[in-house]
Every structure is written in C-alpha cells, then in structure tokens.
C-alpha cells in the first residue's frame, strides 16, 4: 500500500538554525498538509498545499516558516530560525482528489521529531 | 468554528473485552467527516475510520466500529476485543471545509491501556 514517508524520522537543531524537513506524499494525491504535535499534546493544522500554492496556513505558521514543492515528488517545510518552542513532531500528510467532501482520509507519514537545543 | 472534545485523558480496558471512547463536536456546517486514528508509542498516525455527516448508518471497520448520534453531536469508538496492541493514543478528528481546501481539527486525544 503506497504510503507517505518522512524524513529525517528525527532532527536535532541549534536554536537560530534553519531546519528542512521532507516529505515524499503519494504519487497521486494532490492535496499536501503539515501538522505539528507538541509533545503530550494534540496534533495542530499547520499549513494546507494546493496546485502549487498555499491553500490555508493557521497563526503557528508565521513567516519563519515556509513550504515548497520543488519537485514532482517531495514537500518541504523549512523553518528559518529555529526556536525552542519549535520542538514537535512534524507530520506530513496528503490526500486525493474529492477528499474534500468524501470519506477518503488525510494519510499520515510516520513523522519527524523535532528537538531545539 | 469547529470543535472537538475528548473528555477521557486515560482509559484501561481488560483484553478481549470491548471499549468505547467518547468524542463530541460542535460545527454548523451541515456536511462534515468525522475521523478517527490511532498513535502508537511510536508515533505514527493511523486512520481507523471514518463516519460522514449524512451517513444513514453507523461505519464499521473489522473490530471498530462508530457509534454516531448526530442529535448529541457525538462520535464515540468502539473497539471490540481489545487486544494488547491496542494500547495507543487515539484521536477524533473532524474535517473543517475551507474555501481553498480541507484540515483537520483534533481532538485532545486519549491514551487507552489494554490490560492482560
């Protein structure tokens, strides 16, 4: 079954330090999401992607951070100057055509674990 | 704007015996998917299942199933012979519509423990 995956599963940053974190979704979704779960936490909506732009971002998503899809393949979220308050577990996810109002869900990769120093 | 509560932080249930846990929502949309996953300590997130607004009849999936009454705004999961691999995190998660897209809105979660 074709999945979502992430990489690095965990990332150890110096506070200041931009950080990328990547994302491969399934080859035929079109919609591209990332998601944050502080630790103990509940998962919070981060940043929608859409045709190639952003389609919903929520106030987490401040201009230190920022999405691309540079290719055909990867999603990207990159965050400029890493604080401490930045350490979480990023989840990538993605969906296909018609999710919007059917029972298809968001798919989940395995996740990326943040820690700022 | 969308809200989802779980009330229980914490749930144990003797293995093979079954468990519901409860998630109420609030939206004033007339269409909205309510979802359910499940976290592992190891912390991926796994659908489980899912129930539309405008289903007539309650989603089951092998030993999940949804007890949905639209009344109460209530989504509550059943999980029947719990197994000790069930012990996780499980979240509700409700879909917000936007014009541009879709996002889901979780709930607090809560932790079962399955007891041998």
């Known amino acids: 079954e074709p999945e979502v995956t992430q990489t690095p599963s965990h990332q150890v940053t110096q506070m200041g330090q931009e950080v990328i974190l990547r994302c491969v979704p399934i080859?035929?979704?079109?919609?591209f999401y990332w998601y944050r779960q502080i630790l103990g936490q509940k998962v919070e909506f981060l940043v929608s992607?859409?045709?190639?732009?952003?389609?919903?971002k929520s106030e987490i998503f401040d201009d230190q951070f920022s999405v691309e899809r540079p290719d055909g393949s990867n999603f990207t979220l990159k965050i400029r100057s890493t604080k401490l308050e930045d350490s979480a577990m990023y989840f990538c996810?993605?969906?296909?055509?018609?999710?919007?109002?059917?029972?298809?869900?968001?798919?989940f990769g395995d996740g990326t674990r943040l820690s700022i120093l | 704007a969308q809200k989802i509560t779980q009330t229980q932080p914490g749930m144990f249930v003797q293995e093979k015996e079954a468990v519901t846990l409860d998630c109420t929502y609030d939206?004033?949309?007339?269409?909205?998917?309510l979802f359910w996953y499940k976290q592992p300590s190891s912390g991926e997130m796994i659908f489980l299942i899912y129930?539309?607004?405008?289903?007539?009849q309650n989603a089951t999936e092998g030993r999940y199933s949804l007890n949905f009454q639209k009344a109460r705004k209530s989504a509550n999961l059943v999980i029947s012979a719990s197994q000790l691999g069930d012990s996780a995190m499980y979240f509700c998660?409700?879909?917000?519509?936007?014009?541009?897209?879709?996002?889901?809105?979780f709930g607090t979660g809560t932790r079962l423990k399955v007891l041998a």
């Open positions: 080859s035929n979704h079109l919609y």
């Open positions: 998660a409700m879909r917000e519509v936007t014009s541009g897209t879709y996002k889901y809105i």
């Open positions: 939206t004033s949309d007339p269409s909205y998917g």
């Open positions: 992607f859409y045709n190639n732009e952003i389609s919903e």
């Open positions: 996810a993605s969906s296909g055509q018609g999710a919007r109002y059917s029972n298809q869900p968001q798919h």
């Open positions: 129930q539309g607004s405008y289903d007539q």
